[in-house]
C-alpha cells in the first residue's frame, strides 16, 4: 500500500517556540494531504486540508495564522505550529490522498503521527 | 457526509469472528463506505473500502446490504494485535479542482481481544 512518512514521530519543545512537522508521500503524488489533531481518548479532529500549490483550508475553530501550512510540491506537505502553547500538546497525524483512482474513492494513507508536548 | 453511529466497545477472544456493525441511514448515492484501524498513538490504517454487496481483502470482509444504510466489517478469527479503535466512514467524492473529500472520523469502535 502506499506510504506516508511523518517526522519527527515525538518532539518536546518550550513554550513560544516554533516546531515544523512533516508530512511525505513516499511512494505516490499527493495533490491533496490533510491535518488532524488527536487529544488522549478522542477521535481525530481534522484541522486543515492542504493542496498543492494553493491556501490551505482551515477548520472552523482552527487559527490559522498558528497553525501553518505549506504543501509546496506534491509528495511534501508541513504543518508549523507557531508560538506553541502547552495547550497545543496534542497528536498531531497527517493523511495524503493518492491522485488516480484511489483519489476517486478518497482512500487516505495517514502518517504515524507526531506527538507533540509543550512544556 | 453522512452520519455514522457504531457500537463504542466491544470485547472477543482470539480465534473468534468479529462483526463491526455500523448505521449510516443518510448514506448518499455517490458514497463510499471505508474502514480504518488505529492502534495507540499510531495513524489510522486502511483497512477495506466498499460501495455495495460484499468486499473482501486479506485483511477483512465488508458486508453492505442494498439499501446501503449500514455495514458490517467482518475480522475472521481475530488475534490480541487485533485489539484497536475502528472508524467506519463515509464520504461523497466529488471533484471540483481543489475540492477536498473531507474525512470525519466519529468516535469508532474499541475493540478488545482477550486470550
Known sequence: GAVVSQHPSWVICKSGTSVKIECRSLDFQATTMFWYRQFPKQSLMLMATSNEGSKATYEQGVEKDKFLINHASLTLSTLTVTSAHPEDSSFYICSA???????????????????LSVL | ??????????????????????????????????????????????????????????????????DRKSSTLSLPRVSLSDTAVYYCLVGDYKYYGGSQGNLIFGKGTKLSVKP
Open chain 1, 97 to 115: 490522498r493518492e491522485q488516480g483512482w484511489a483519489r476517486a474513492k478518497n482512500i487516505q494513507y495517514f502518517g504515524a503521527g507526531t506527538r
Open chain 2, 1 to 66: 457526509l453522512a452520519k455514522t453511529t457504531q457500537p463504542i466497545s466491544m470485547d472477543s477472544y482470539e480465534g473468534q469472528e468479529v462483526n463491526i456493525t455500523c448505521s449510516h441511514n443518510n448514506i448518499a448515492t455517490n458514497d463510499y463506505i471505508t474502514w480504518y484501524q488505529q492502534f495507540p498513538s499510531q495513524g489510522p490504517r486502511f483497512i477495506i473500502q466498499g460501495y455495495k454487496t460484499k468486499v473482501t481483502n486479506e485483511v477483512a470482509s465488508l458486508f453492505i446490504p442494498a
